[in-house]
């Protein structure tokens, strides 16, 4: 038991359960699934559905926060991603056709892959701090994604674009199947091979992992571009699951539900070891947060003083020196009681 | 003794060489390419339009950004420190819908902005501790406080509430003549009394030293004996207080209460302070470059608003280019003198 609590994972894992129980608890069918028109629905599908974009980026957001940065264009290169494929499917000669929604996937994914180049070069190459690299692109890229559309919600009807973000397939959404993939591919890239110690040893101390012969700078290049990549294709869900692509709200503050769903997972903003499965089950929470705030009939409007709440609980949690305090406050009993450890 | 032991591990950092090389005006050079490029960027309007070239079109851009430029004033303080505050926006917002909702329910206004100036003051000192007590980054802190302030903006309402008391709706309406038939807005000499607060503050106190000091170097600031820890967390209590009187100064200039007011106003306040020459690892920049950026931003809207044809976003895009431009040039500046 001791053991597992040690887990980096329990703490997420026991927040997620406790808030399925509490939803259990107020509404009995909550964890029911059932099968209709060969499609399955219930509410924990809808929780992974709707939380699909903000996993993606938080995964690619991992293993920036890994490398000691941080990616704050994430939510402007999903309203790019978004505006460049609905615009392209748009002004195309046959906007129904199977081929116009391949390539209008493919030229928000080479958007995505451009921008995070772009971050990627800021940061490696010029050494500006992530924090500001990434602002630039915050800034103008909403800008950039209303040049695209002209200002104006550019609405498709392609049925192959929409099943990106509202079709189903083996009777589960296609936004799930797509996340999962990338969860996949990120953790067997990271995990069986030798990028996953080399992204960390960047994050833990770049000038040493520089001095022992790693091209670091090639390492923050992938990120970043991982990052943006990530946030095309939840650009792509986005835009597709209403078949329109709104340059202003597309994305909105998606970059910071994603930071928040990598700190409570239990990767440190301050870099190195990090932890993918983390990141989803921190997704996971904040979405269930979310559809918790329905489930007890709480005003939505609170949801944002919630998630502040939450965020500056669980870095507390984090933050070495709140933790010396707590051991210093088990360590120490009061005099004349007997020592108990509460684990 | 033992408070030196917890220290945070010593960050290795070189002695800041602009500071020490650059002596006499060298060391303005930053805020003076701002100034040049202000006066360049107004030229080429009164080149471009006749009735730009005119004392008013100079004063509006005081006139539609006094917020702006009280909001750059507290952000100046806080990255001078080498922190960031990302929460300035929506306190702005919250702000401006305690004023909107008290003032409806019959309040003083006068008991109203001192309401919301503590709550804007105490956000900031909390976040402020919670930065200096935990040792958490500012930018996750104050991103919370965003967070938070936005929230409870939509707790009090989703609707934009007007304002109509008489007191505010009269600063709204008031000019203040000066001569060649021009005029200012009260909120303009308000916030240019800040700048100049700001500006005594920075440079003929020992608290605005110490604010140099710790942007320059943390530990050598620390273990110089000057007072760290509390004026750390007095940045960040003033920036709020800054964000809160940014609040009423836009509540002057829209009349009403919105929960979405002031979104992404944070950025422009980071971009205003970048752009007028402050480096974002701290320790160098002046309150009045911060100030020049604050017209640049500006004037790229009126020349947008001139122009006609050009789309709203081109604004963003700009201010966009101009943030890169100038950390670029950041960056050769400290390579150049390094």
């Known amino acids: 038991m001791k053991s597992l609590m040690k887990n980096r994972l329990a703490w997420p894992v026991i927040a997620l359960a406790a808030l399925l129980l509490l939803n259990q608890i107020f509404r009995p069918d909550f964890l029911s699934l059932r099968m209709q028109d060969g499609h399955l629905y219930g ?3 809808d929780i992974m559905r709707n939380g699909a974009p903000t996993i993606l980026i938080a995964l690619g957001m991992t293993l920036v926060i890994a490398t000691r940065g941080i990616d704050l264009s994430v939510g402007a290169v999903v309203a790019i991603a978004g505006a460049a494929s609905c615009a392209y499917i748009a002004a195309s000669p046959e906007p129904a056709s199977p081929v116009t929604a391949a390539m209008a ?31 630039v692109l915050m800034t103008a890229g909403r800008g ?35 996340t999962a993939a990338v969860f996949v591919l990120a953790a067997v890239l990271t995990r069986r091979t030798a990028l996953g110690i080399l992204i960390e040893a960047v994050g833990i101390n770049p000038v040493a992992s520089r001095l022992a012969g790693l091209r670091s700078r090639n390492i923050i290049w992938i990120v970043y571009v991982f990052s943006a990549v990530c946030a095309a294709i939840a650009g792509l869900m986005i835009s597709s699951n209403v078949t329109a692509a709104d340059a202003n709200n597309a994305g909105l503050y998606i970059e910071m539900d994603a930071i928040l769903a990598v700190v409570i997972g239990g990767t440190s903003l301050a870099g190195g070891r990090y932890t993918l499965a983390g990141t989803v089950i921190g997704a996971f929470i904040i979405q269930t947060l979310t559809t918790t705030v329905y489930t007890l009939g709480i005003p939505p409007e609170v949801t944002l003083v919630f998630k502040a709440l939450v965020v500056i609980t669980v870095c507390l949690l984090q933050a070495p020196k709140a933790r010396n305090l707590l051991r210093s406050l088990k360590a120490a009993p009061k005099p004349g009681t007997k020592e108990k450890v509460a684990i | 003794m033992s408070s030196l032991s917890t220290l945070t591990p010593l960050t290795v950092k070189e002695p800041s060489p602009l500071r020490s090389r650059m002596r006499g005006g060298a060391r303005y050079a930053p805020t003076l390419a701002t100034l040049g490029l202000f006066i360049a960027m107004f030229a080429v309007g009164a080149g471009m339009y006749p009735s730009f070239l005119s004392g008013q079109v100079f004063l509006n851009l005081f006139i539609d950004n006094t917020f702006l430029i009280v909001l750059a004033v507290g952000m100046t303080f806080v990255i001078l420190t080498g922190g960031i505050d990302l929460s300035v926006g929506a306190v702005v917002a919250l702000s401006m819908m305690v004023s909107a909702t008290l003032l409806q329910q019959g309040w ?22 919670i930065i200096q007590y935990f040792d958490i980054q500012p930018f996750i802190v104050t991103l919370a ?20 008391e008489g007191f505010f709706t009269s600063v709204a309406q008031a000019q203040i003549p000066l001569p060649g038939d021009l005029f200012v807005s009260p909120g303009v000499l308000l916030a240019l009394a800040i700048v100049a607060a700001a500006f005594f503050i920075l440079h003929h106190t020992r608290f605005g030293r110490t604010v140099y000091a710790i942007g320059g170097n943390e530990h050598s600031a620390m273990l110089m ?10 940045v960040y209590a003033l920036s709020g207080l800054c964000s809160a009187i940014a609040g009423v100064l836009f509540s002057f200039y829209s009349l009403s209460g919105y929960s979405l007011a002031a979104q992404g106003m944070e950025l422009d306040a980071i971009a205003a302070v970048v752009i007028g020459g402050t480096l974002l690892t701290g320790g160098t920049g002046y309150v009045l470059g911060s100030v020049v950026g604050v017209l640049v931003l500006g004037i790229v809207q009126t020349f947008i608003a001139y122009d006609g044809t050009l789309s709203s976003w081109w604004t963003k895009i700009v201010i966009g280019g101009l943030l890169l431009v100038f950390i670029l040039l950041q960056r050769l500046f400290a390579r150049k003198t390094a």
């Open chain 1, 43 to 45: 509410s924990i599908i």
């Open chain 1, 105 to 135: 996937v493919l030229i928000a994914v080479l958007a995505g892959l451009l921008l995070g180049v772009w971050n990627g070069f800021l940061v490696s190459t010029v050494g500006v701090q992530p924090i500001i690299a990434t602002l």
């Open chain 1, 144 to 178: 950039i994604a209303q040049l695209i559309t002209g200002g104006q919600i550019v609405s498709v009807s392609n049925d192959h674009y929409k099943s990106i973000g509202a079709g189903y397939l083996f009777t589960l959404p296609v936004s799930i199947l797509i």
């Open chain 2, 108 to 129: 003083n206004p006068a008991a109203v902005i001192f309401l919301v100036l503590v709550i804007g003051g105490g956000l900031g000192l909390l976040m402020g501790l």
């Open chain 2, 145 to 164: 406080g965003m967070f938070l302030a936005r929230g409870l903006c939509y707790v009090i309402s989703l609707d934009s509430i007007p304002v109509t």
């Open chain 2, 225 to 234: 004996g000057l007072p760290v820890t509390r004026t750390k967390v007095l």
